[in-house]
């Protein structure tokens, strides 16, 4: 087992009632980037909080460098060349960069002491890994690509030589994610094992030596990526069948204007500028994707178009008619569908039925109601037919969704606002937390909706998404529309306005 940085054998860990991992068997090979590919909820975080010590397994034995060894604290982990990078991440923001390394490893020597050490020699890591970072910078000063260049640097500087990385790309633009790649490939030359998790399989396609593949827990297949490895192959031991769906490309044109959105400016809940002379149309039979990182506006600007936020300036039209700042209700009458990111508490009664939830927003109309009265009937096997079109795992239409886990519940939510026929569907985030059959589901279901003749706009963190599915794409950057780019686009030229870098004319393209 001397080649092997890390084996694992026979690994359980057990939740109450959820295995989340059933005697997996995991091997690192030394000097290798390791993929760990999964489905959401298929136990690659648990596994590997296991090897950090954050969780003690069940059963199962893990080897470090050949010796076997007992991982029950993450110091251990640490003290046994183990670095870890959560997929959220645990930096104090106030601090500087250096300060943030040296409260993890107080215990070595007092803070005070060698500061001025510590920053040089994370300079020096930096350098070597052309990170770019400045220790004496302050976290909340620092992009979110920079806090995980950070988090990657504390893990080096604690003498990490095998490090684990949670969805490290997720946060990343394709530029980032390029210079990120190049900085793992560095530290595979210096010797490096890396554990990548992910469930993007482009990425596994071009960095991963190896890749590890789990499903419900159990590992399905370790193997050798080489030029003979498909998407489809990954996809199928990730999936347990093949996939269902092929996109066909939109062959029709756009038509009329339906909603207009002119030089609008919103502010978010904390009262801050999150939209600034935002301007948009919607057309007929048209996907518009608004690409960006996390947190620029993206949400406020769904919120607005949902009725849900009020605009502070600019005017939102619809068929012509302002209906700027008119009541949520107004929208939803008007057939403005809306599938919000924060399912739980936007788009949800937790303590109501599932078969009501899904006629929320009709109960009071037919067929479910008539003369006053619900109707009993229609409302259930409306859910029948919901439940079997979107395959959504419940025992029965009685229970509440509360009960559901986070995907069954975005099912719902879909259903209900998908099948109620909109003129406009506004849908933010709408495959994060699916697996893949039921994300590739939902695709199709927006293409369908398109197809209908609908007004769709797509808020993904998710790029590939974006680009599979829109017709134009739109970027926020920092509250305002950087520029809008035709479906298919370059993803780097997309990427260079996602980082901040304006069309010109932006404004006026939309
Ligand atoms: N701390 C925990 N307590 C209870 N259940 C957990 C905990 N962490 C993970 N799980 C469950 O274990 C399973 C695997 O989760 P996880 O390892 O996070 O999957 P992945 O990282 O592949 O998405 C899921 O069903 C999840 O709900
Ligand atoms: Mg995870």
């Not at 510590?118 to 890994?129: C, K």
């Not at 949800?348 to 006053?372: D, E, I, T, Y």
């Not at 909706?449 to 963190?461: D, E, H, I, K, M």
Request: aromatic share 6%; proline share 3%; net charge negative.
């Amino acid at each position: 087992m001397e080649q092997f940085a890390v084996s694992m054998r026979g690994i359980t860990k057990i939740f109450s009632d959820v295995k989340a991992n059933e005697n997996v068997d995991f091997s690192l090979r030394k000097g290798s980037i390791h993929g760990l590919l999964g489905e959401n909820g298929a136990g690659k975080t648990t596994l590997m909080n296991v090897l950090y010590g954050f969780y003690r397994q069940e059963e199962g034995d893990v080897w470090i460098n050949g010796v076997k060894e007992t991982i029950d604290s993450p110091q251990k982990a640490i003290s046994l060349g183990i670095g870890m990078v959560h997929q959220h991440f645990m930096l104090a923001r106030p601090l500087t960069v250096v300060e943030n390394v040296m409260l993890g490893k107080k215990s070595r020597r007092g803070i005070l002491l060698d500061t001025k050490e510590t920053a040089r020699e994370l300079a020096a890591l930096s350098d070597r890994y052309r990170m770019g970072i400045d220790p004496y910078s302050h976290v909340w000063q620092l992009s979110v690509g920079e806090q995980q260049r950070v988090e990657i640097l504390t893990a080096l500087y604690m003498g990490a030589n095998i490090l684990i990385l949670d969805e490290p790309t997720a946060v990343l633009t394709p530029q980032e994610t390029d210079v990120f790649f190049h900085t793992l490939r560095e530290m595979r030359n210096d010797g490096k094992s890396i554990i990548l998790i992910t469930h993007k399989l482009e990425e596994i396609i071009s960095i991963v030596d190896e890749v590890t593949v789990l499903r419900d827990g159990k590992m399905i297949g370790t193997k050798c990526v080489d030029e003979h490895v498909t998407k489809d192959d990954l996809t199928k031991m990730m999936v347990g069948r093949d996939v269902l769906f092929h996109f066909t490309p939109n062959t029709r044109k756009p038509g009329k204007e339906i909603f207009q959105i002119r030089n609008i400016s919103a502010k978010n809940g904390k009262g801050l500028v999150a939209l600034s002379d935002f301007s948009l149309d919607l057309r007929e039979g048209e996907i518009v994707g608004i690409a960006g990182v996390d947190g620029n506006g993206q949400s406020e600007l769904c919120e607005v178009l949902a009725g849900l936020r009020k605009v502070e300036n600019g005017n939102v039209v619809l068929d012509g008619e302002d209906v700027t700042n008119r009541s949520p209700r107004f929208y939803i009458d008007k057939r403005i569908s809306y599938i919000a990111e924060d399912r739980q508490n936007t788009s949800l009664a937790l303590n109501w039925s599932l078969k009501m939830n899904l006629v929320l927003k009709n109960f009071a109309r037919p067929p479910f109601a008539k003369h006053g009265l619900l109707q009993k009937n229609a409302i259930e096997s409306h859910w029948d037919e919901m439940q079997k079109a979107y395959q959504i795992k419940a025992n029965c239409c009685d229970d509440t969704a509360r009960c559901l886990s986070g995907g069954n519940q975005q099912k719902v939510i879909l259903a209900r606002e998908i099948e109620s026929d909109p003129r406009v569907l506004v849908a933010s985030q709408p495959t994060r937390g699916l697996d893949v059959g039921a994300a590739e589901y939902v695709r199709q279901k927006l293409l369908d909706t398109r197809n209908n003749g609908a007004a769709v706009l797509v808020v993904s963190a998710d790029l590939e998404e974006i680009l599979q599915l829109s017709d134009r794409i739109a970027v926020l950057y920092d509250g305002k529309l950087m520029g809008v780019l035709p479906g298919g686009s370059d993803p780097f030229e997309i990427g260079e306005l996602m980082m901040g870098k304006k069309l010109e004319g932006a404004q006026n393209e939309a």
